[in-house]
């Protein structure tokens, strides 16, 4: 993640340059799929809240974010010293149609 004036600036890929299988990989580990469950039932998570469990690494969190970002289902923004995570539903599902709505509806209980 470079740094640009001492603020985090994260990489977020157009969603018509993001190929299926990205997409899927992402959502094929539970970790990612539960954070994904989680935004998707709010508007915005602070990277912390996003964490699936409490026993979860900051290392393991933050590779799961940059993932999750590189398929193009999270934006993730600076406020403050706060990094906050928000859903990219309507743009995911333009791209997908239908995707997200079938994966969290089938996701282990």
Not at 11 to 22: A, F, G, I, M, N
Not at 55 to 82: C, D, F, M, Y
Request: net charge positive.
């Amino acid at each position: 993640m470079p740094y640009i004036g001492g603020m985090a600036r994260f990489t977020h890929p157009r969603l018509e340059d993001v190929p299926l299988d990205l997409a899927l990989h992402a959502l094929a580990d539970t970790n990612r799929l539960e954070m994904v469950a989680r935004l998707a039932a709010t508007e915005r998570l602070r990277c912390s809240d996003a964490a699936p469990c409490e026993a979860i690494p900051k290392s393991t969190l933050s590779n799961h974010l940059k993932l999750l970002r590189a398929a193009g289902l999270i934006e993730t923004t600076q406020v403050g010293r706060e990094m906050i995570n928000t859903l990219r539903r309507s743009e995911f599902d333009r791209r997908f149609p239908g995707l997200l709505d079938a994966v969290l509806a089938n996701r282990p209980a």
